[in-house]
């Protein structure tokens, strides 16, 4: 998975997005010239919540998950389209 072309897919500002079934409400704020993103996404009606900061460096993509399992980030991003 290309991360950078994936969170890209969520739109800039807070929008409203279905998740795996699930209303979630998604913010996404680009940083430094789109080199460091801030997403942050709520089960709206529920307790679930993912957020994630992303940087790209000459060194390459470095996902940086806010307390919570990397994999759970990577599989929220997954089901993005």
Excluded: W
């Amino acid at each position: 998975m290309n991360l950078k072309d994936t969170i890209s897919k969520i739109p800039l500002g807070a929008t409203e997005m279905r998740i795996n079934g699930k209303k979630y409400l998604v913010s996404r704020q680009d940083f430094n010239q789109g080199k460091s993103t801030k997403v942050y996404a709520e089960e709206l009606g529920g307790n679930d919540f993912i957020s994630f900061n992303f940087y790209l460096t000459s060194k390459g993509e470095h996902l940086k998950p806010c307390e919570m399992p990397t994999q759970k980030v990577l599989d929220f991003l997954t089901l993005v389209k």
